[in-house]
T-cell receptor, first 113, second 114 residues
Framework: TQLLEQSPQFLSIQEGENLTVYCNSS?????LQWYRQEPGEGPVLLVT?????EVKKLKRLTFQFGDARKDSSLHITAAQPGDTGLYLC?????????????FGRGTSLIVHP | GAGVSQSPRYKVAKRGQDVALRCDPI?????LFWYQQALGQGPEFLTY????????KSGLPSDRFFAERPEGSVSTLKIQRTQQEDSAVYLC????????????FGSGTRLTVV
């Protein structure tokens, strides 16, 4: 069973469209990270959210942490081909004493020009 | 260095061969992590070092996997008697803290066992 469920698994859209990617769990997290990974490269950290209800913006990307700190979403406005990649969320469990993030399986996004 | 450097980028090993994968973290980063990423999956935790101490190795899949970081900087992940199921991308990441706020990853080593 995956601790973090990401949806959708795959997304293929046209340039200019908006999209939202979800990261859900039944567990509470002390922090949640979003990464983007391009083929043949390692994941690159986009943002970390730590407070329930927190919203962070990074240009056309908006990240939200759920009030209960169990889920998060990533919204991209006016997607561009350069946004293509694998989007991964990773959460640090709030209980259990571990500080090591667990990753979801990712959402593979393709933006067509 | 400016980023996390991993070598080799690609490794093809015959089944039963031993391999060693190297990671050069960002200078001054005390925390170093190894992850395994299968095709189409998210990274799976293998092991964690704080300086030279291996604080967590709970993710190592078998006793054929061994990691070390003897001087608290460069780390080596060794896989003995490789099996086909070991084929994956092995990612190294480092952080100045414990990683709660995120890591910097290397580009990974793609291991193919034939």
């Amino acid at each position: 069973t995956q601790l973090l469920e990401q949806s959708p698994q795959f997304l293929s859209i046209q340039e200019g469209e908006n999209l939202t990617v979800y990261c859900n769990s039944s567990s509470v997290f002390s922090s949640l990270q979003w990464y983007r990974q391009e083929p043949g490269e390692g994941p690159v950290l986009l943002v970390t959210v730590v407070t329930g209800g927190e919203v962070k913006k990074l240009k056309r990307l908006t990240f939200q942490f759920g009030d209960a700190r169990k889920d998060s979403s990533l919204h991209i406005t006016a997607a561009q081909p350069g946004d293509t990649g694998l989007y991964l969320c990773a959460g640090v469990p709030a209980s259990g004493g571990s500080y090591i993030p667990t990753f979801g399986r990712g959402t593979s996004l393709i933006v067509h020009p | 260095g400016a980023g996390v450097s991993q070598s080799p980028r690609y490794k093809v090993a015959k089944r039963g061969q031993d391999v060693a994968l190297r990671c050069d973290p960002i200078s001054g980063h005390v925390s170093l992590f190894w992850y395994q990423q299968a095709l189409g999956q998210g990274p799976e935790f293998l092991t964690y070092f704080q300086n030279e101490a291996q604080l967590d190795k709970s993710g190592l899949p078998s006793d054929r996997f061994f990691a070390e970081r003897p001087e608290g900087s460069v780390s080596t992940l060794k896989i003995q008697r490789t099996q086909q199921e070991d084929s994956a991308v092995y990612l190294c990441a480092s952080s100045s803290g414990q990683g709660i706020y995120g890591y910097t990853f290397g580009s990974g080593t793609r291991l193919t066992v034939v």
